[in-house]
């Protein structure tokens, strides 16, 4: 087993055992593949793990699989941590996708949309909020039904938000209450961002949205109800991020909540 060491900005050394691609389900359908999403933005800390687990839990479960890495011009180093990690793992798996400057989330996952040979298409974070472990139990959920989609869900089932103050939880809370109430939505999570699509309605739903940032995941389910796509859910442990400061602050939540309104007026 080859090991990977990122220095990392805080002069720390991280070792990172490469994990093995042998599958231990040699008969598992290669037919479906498997296009991870990853927008980073000053993730040099935190790219390697979310890299190395990816790589261990579908090695595991013996999905094909690739990882498309868009990062908008971080200063910290993250695509130089990219370019090792791709080194390390091969091309055929890292793929590098980046942009000159920070551009936006939604603009990301349609960078990234754009570049990916699956025929599945899965959104996570970067910043190990979203565990890689679920990704099994998404796609299994997926097969269940013939889910068009597929989200976790904090607020369902086992699900949960683990390493938040009061005032994060309330915000969350109260954000994910106003849209159930205002747009009556069909599911229980707007505000996560930890999901599966087809691919072909995850390029059916951007042609309908308009947002941008962090309405633009809200703005995805609704227009799939509109659309008649069938949503499957995913109790989903949300861990705040280990490395690095949170992204989201007051010119976020205002995006967010002239979103909101924006949506309801249109929908």
Known sequence: MRRLKIRTCGFKEIDVAMASRKSSHPNRDRVDKYSVLLPTYNERENLPLIVWLLVKYFGESGYNYEVIVIDDGSPDGTLEVAEQLQKIYGEDKILLRPRAKKLGLGTAYIHGMRHATGNFIIIMDADLSHHPKFIPEFIAKQKEAN?????????????????????????????????????????????????????????????????????????????????????????????????????????????????????????
């Not at 938000?161 to 939505?185: C, E, F, H, M």
């Open 147 to 267: 889910y068009d989609l597929v989200s976790g869900t904090r607020y369902r089932g086992n699900g949960g938000v683990y390493g938040w103050d009061l005032r994060r939880k309330l915000i969350s809370r109260g954000a994910n209450y106003l849209t159930q109430v205002l747009l009556r939505p069909g599911a229980t999570d707007l505000t996560g961002s930890f999901r599966l699509y087809k691919k072909k309605v995850l390029e059916s739903l951007v042609e309908h949205c308009v947002s941008k940032g962090y309405v633009f995941q809200m703005e995805m389910i609704v227009r799939a109800r509109q659309l008649n796509y069938t949503v499957g859910e995913v109790p989903i442990s949300f861990v705040d991020r280990v490395y690095g400061e949170s992204k989201l602050g007051g010119n976020e939540i205002v995006s967010f909540v002239k979103g909101l309104l924006t949506l309801f007026a249109t929908t």
